[in-house]
């Protein structure tokens, strides 16, 4: 990777959800924005591992963890185009950025959401995180 990846950041990712996993699905069905809430180097490897989530335009489904995305850091993300969007925190794809087949080095980053934004979306991933799903990309 020619570049740092830091949590907050608005990445292209082709995510895949956990019931398309499920249902045996391994490659994600389209490019969306995805957040990045973890981006940590192995302290053994040296590789960027990290946690990704997904932001949609629909609406939350009963019993899913979401968070409504505010205006200001939809604008801020580089989702300014997008009228309502929600960030997915109960369940995550896990990759390694150094070794992924989706992250293209050099992509482009749509935007970052602020500090205080992503601090609320750690601690709401923190707390969905020990019943939500993960998903492994490492394939």
């Given at each position: 990777?020619?570049?740092?990846?830091?949590?907050?950041?608005?990445?292209?990712?082709?995510y895949l959800w956990a019931w398309q996993q499920e249902r045996g699905?391994?490659?994600?069905?389209?490019?969306?924005?995805?957040?990045?809430?973890?981006?940590?180097?192995?302290?053994?490897?040296?590789l960027t591992h990290l946690a990704l989530l997904a932001i949609t335009t629909q609406p939350p489904q009963h019993g899913r963890v979401t968070l409504d995305i505010p205006d200001i850091e939809r604008r801020r993300a580089g989702l300014g185009d997008l009228r309502?969007?929600?960030i997915v925190v109960d369940e995550y794809n896990y990759d390694v950025a150094e070794?992924?087949?989706?992250?293209?080095?050099?992509?482009?980053?749509?935007?970052?959401?602020?500090?205080?934004?992503?601090?609320?979306?750690a601690t709401a991933f923190a707390?969905?995180?020990?019943?939500?799903?993960?998903?492994?990309?490492?394939?």
């Open positions: 990777m020619s570049r740092e990846i830091l949590p907050g950041q608005i990445i292209a990712y082709p699905e391994t490659e994600g069905r389209k490019i969306r924005p995805t957040c990045v809430v973890v981006a940590v180097k192995g302290a053994h490897d040296g309502r969007c929600w070794r992924s087949w989706y992250i293209e080095p050099g992509s482009d980053v749509h935007g970052r959401f602020s500090k205080a934004f992503v601090m609320k979306i707390k969905a995180r020990q019943s939500g799903r993960r998903v492994d990309r490492l394939d």
